[in-house]
């Protein structure tokens, strides 16, 4: 069989694959609960803000490169600069791990799809879902058949399976959320979560809140693990990469506003608790559907919607790995895929038995599995992959290969691109490394000293990089 690189079919198609990878979980599990735990409209202002600063040019800057590259994300930055391919292989060793525990949550979501189909929840929300997920072949199930799911599109190829899938969820999604918003802002007092969700109180803007929002950022967008360079590679170059870096990161935050006005309102309403965490939507949501009138339907679409945003990431995951075996093992994509989703149903094993009879085996650092695995991600791998991408573009690639890349020689007017530019080689590898000085416990005084030490070293490799002639535009 041919190992023929696929082509996205329209720019269309492209942007809401992309955007559905960066629309998935971060933004209908994560952004709603973070925004209750950090103050509401003060974290979200502070989020709007770091997409503008951060989501797009990292986005701007992983497209340009799958497209120059013309590979998956270990090909790509080794054709551009040979001996950089570990930093995409980094980004694609992330997707695998994520990807080994997300589709555990994607399960929950399908056996809430089937309990609300059939009647609803009896009892307390808490102990069902606690019960659920520690008990054992069954969750293991649920997580199975999104596996399965998933390989099922991604054999399809790019344009015929990948791009057709969301051409047709992503819509979904957007009308099943508004439905749910509308219900939410109707309840009573709902005006109250509201007012909490969007008007920030500058007040409670602090160090702690800044960080956790730029962590959402970067994890919501799916930067620094090779999604977006794996999806740019398949690019033509006609496309104009710079509207399609700003609509994917737009198109993510208008979901995850509408999250979190579908969500906390109804929170409010009930007189929940809207810092619940991560079991906002399996415990906090269904104590509001089961007492909202027609609660079951709304169940219904919610988790539907949530699984839909679930899937549309679980496939970038899956193809970012499939597109690395299938280019540097020339394994066709049938082959590929199967491979790659056969060892992420292994992993599933050890990953939902995290909450069941593995949940006190703490083999790694204090840690259970799961939990190991998402430390290792959100906290190392992703925030030093975005670290490094940075690094590539602000001080390795060639400016004016990269501005070639960007602007299609020159036919695309990006006139920001040397405010761009400083702003990834400076600004960006500042927030990142915050990340992960931050992850590895540095704190305090040590951390202004160690962010310093970064920004002498950032002048330093800019002196040289001018001295050996790597033009700036």
Known sequence: MSNERGNWGSSVGFVLAAAGSAIGLGNLWKFPYLAGKNGGGAFVIVYLSLVVILGFSLMLGE??????????????????KKGWGFVGMMGILCCFV????????????????????????????????STFISSGTTPIIYSVIMVVATALIVLKGVSGGIEKASKIMMPTLFIFMLIIVVRSVTLPNAMDGIKYFLKP?????????????????????????????????????????????????VLDTIIALLAGLAILPAVFSFGLEPTAGPGLIFITLPKVFSAMPFGNIFGVIFFVLVLFAALTSTISLLEVVVSFVVDQFKLDRK?????????????????????????????????????????????????????????????????EDLK????????????????????????????LSLILLQAVGVQDQFLVYALGTIFAVQILCGRLEAKRGVKAV
């Not at 799958?66 to 080794?78: C, I, M």
């Not at 809430?112 to 102990?127: A, K, Q």
Request: hydrophobic share 50%.
């Open 404 to 431: 070639n890349e960007i602007t299609n020689h020159g036919e695309v007017k990006f006139e920001m691109f040397p405010l761009w530019i400083v702003g990834v080689k400076y600004l960006g590898i500042q927030l």
């Open 98 to 129: 994520i990807y080994s525990y997300y589709v555990v949550i994607a399960g929950w979501i399908v056996k809430y799809i089937g309990l609300f189909l059939s009647g609803g929840m009896d009892g307390d929300p808490v102990e069902y879902f």
């Open 201 to 249: 109180d500058f007040s409670l803007i602090t160090p702690k809140v800044i960080i956790a929002a730029l962590g959402q950022v970067f994890f919501s967008l799916s930067l620094g693990m090779g999604a977006m360079i794996t999806y740019g590679s398949y690019l033509s170059p006609e496309t104009k990469l710079v509207k399609s870096a700003f609509c994917i990161p």
């Open 335 to 399: 082959k590929a895929t199967v491979l790659v989703s056969t060892l992420i149903a292994l992993l599933v094993i050890p990953n939902s038995n995290s909450f069941g009879s593995m949940a006190e085996l703490k083999v790694f650092f204090g840690m259970n599995f799961f939990d190991f695995l998402c430390y290792l991600t959100d906290n190392i791998l992703l925030p030093t992959g975005g670290l490094l991408l940075c690094v590539f573009v602000g001080f390795i690639w060639d400016k």
């Open 63 to 80: 497209m340009a490169i799958g497209r120059r590259g013309k590979s998956d994300a270990y090909g790509s930055y080794n054709n551009i």
